[in-house]
C-alpha cells in the first residue's frame, strides 16, 4: 500500500494517476475534499481508501496505520500569500515532521514535497546541495515553512534515506481547484478565452523588461516521473530539484497559451500589487546536474509542448486526468 497526501490536489492526483499508469491501485489518499474540483480530480483514479489528513495524522501518531512501502507528502498549504505562521508551522512543518517521524521508525519510504520558494530571490543561486540550507533566505512565509522542515531533516540525520523535492513552476491538468495559486497557463488561458487578452505584471527591475520576469515552468507529467523515479530507487536519500533546468519568461507563456488556442497575441501589462513586489522572485531555475547524475535520463516537456498538451487536451475539452 502507498499513500498519497494531498491526493486529491494537484500533484498528488496527479501521482495517483501516474501510479495507476504503473498497475498501482492500492493506494490510500490523504487529504480534505473541501472543493468540488478535488472530487473531480478523484473521479477517474484507481484507490483503495480516501481520509482525511486529521484521521490520517491520528493512525499515524498513534501508529496504526497499516503496513504499507510509502508516503508520498504532498499536502500542505501552498499559498504563498498565507501570513498565518502558526497555521503554516502547523501543517507545513509539524505535520510533516510526524509523518517522517513514523516513516524512520517503520522504515517506509518517505518522499515529501519541498518547494523552489525556499531559495527565495536566487542570492546563493538554486544548487539542491544540502550543504548550502542554512544560507537561503525564503521571501515569505509559505517558503520558510518548507525550509523549517528541510533544515530540521538535515539535522536529525534523516536526509539520507528520506527524499525532499523542491518542485519549482509546475502546471498541468487538475490544478482547477488552487483560485489564486493556480499556474499562469490556467489563468491566462481563461483570461484569453473570455476577455480575449491575458494579463502579465509590470516589472520594477530595470534588467527586466514587463513579462520579462523569469521562471523554470514545469509540465507536471514531467513532476510525476520525476517523483516516481525517486519511489523506484529507495536506496537514494536527500533534497532534489524538480524543474526542467530552463529560464523562461512570462511572455514566452503567453505566447504559447495564445499559440495552442490559434489566437493572436493579446498581453496586458497591470501593476503588481504592492504587498507583492517585496515577495517577488525576478529569476528561478533549477540546476538539475544532481537529479541527472542520480540516473534520472528522461526528456523533459518543452514549456510549449507541455502548455500545447494541456490547452488542447484538458482544457478547451474541461478535462481532468483519467
Not at 4 to 15: D, K, N, W
Not at 53 to 60: I, N, P, Q
Not at 187 to 206: E, T
Request: proline share 2%; hydrophobic share 40%.
Amino acid at each position: 500500500m502507498i499513500v498519497v497526501t494531498g491526493g486529491a490536489g494537484f500533484i498528488g492526483s496527479a501521482l495517483v494517476h501516474g501510479l495507476n499508469q504503473k498497475e498501482v491501485g492500492d493506494i490510500w489518499v490523504v487529504d480534505d475534499i473541501d472543493h468540488p474540483e478535488k472530487q473531480k480530480n478523484l473521479d477517474a483514479l484507481t484507490y483503495s481508501r480516501w481520509m482525511g489528513k486529521d484521521d490520517f495524522l491520528r493512525e499515524v501518531v498513534g501508529l496504526k496505520l497499516p503496513a504499507c512501502s510509502a508516503i508520498l507528502h504532498m499536502g500542505a498549504c501552498s499559498s504563498t500569500t498565507e501570513t498565518n505562521e502558526a497555521y503554516l508551522r502547523e501543517n507545513n512543518f509539524e505535520y510533516t515532521q510526524s509523518l517522517a517521524q513514523f516513516c524512520l521508525k517503520k522504515d517506509v519510504r518517505f518522499i515529501y514535497a519541498s518547494s523552489a520558494a525556499t531559495y527565495g530571490a536566487g542570492e546563493k543561486g538554486y544548487a539542491d546541495d544540502e550543504s548550502l540550507l542554512e544560507t537561503l533566505a525564503p521571501l515569505n512565509l509559505y517558503g520558510a515553512s518548507k525550509q523549517w522542515f528541510d533544515l530540521w531533516a538535515k539535522e536529525v540525520g534523516a536526509l539520507k534515506t528520506i527524499v525532499g523535492l523542491k518542485y519549482f513552476n509546475v502546471f498541468g491538468p487538475n490544478e482547477y481547484h488552487k483560485g489564486d495559486m493556480q499556474s499562469m497557463v490556467r489563468k491566462g488561458f481563461l483570461q484569453a478565452r473570455d476577455a480575449g487578452a491575458l494579463n502579465l505584471f509590470k516589472s520594477y527591475k530595470p534588467e527586466y523588461g514587463d513579462g520579462g520576469q523569469e521562471r523554470d515552468f514545469l509540465y507536471v507529467r514531467d513532476a510525476v516521473a520525476m517523483t516516481l523515479f525517486f519511489l523506484e530507487h529507495k536506496e537514494i536519500g536527500g533534497i532534489f530539484n524538480i524543474g526542467s533546468g530552463r529560464a523562461r519568461n512570462w511572455n514566452d507563456l503567453a505566447s504559447a497559451v495564445f499559440q495552442a488556442m490559434n489566437k493572436k497575441v493579446n498581453i496586458k501589462y497591470i501593476e503588481m500589487p504592492e504587498s507583492t513586489r517585496n515577495q517577488y522572485q525576478y529569476h528561478t531555475c533549477a540546476e538539475m546536474e544532481k537529479i541527472r547524475s542520480a540516473g534520472y535520463a528522461e526528456t523533459i516537456t518543452s514549456l510549449e509542448e507541455g502548455i500545447l498538451d494541456y490547452v488542447k487536451n484538458y482544457l478547451i475539452p474541461d478535462r481532468h486526468l483519467e
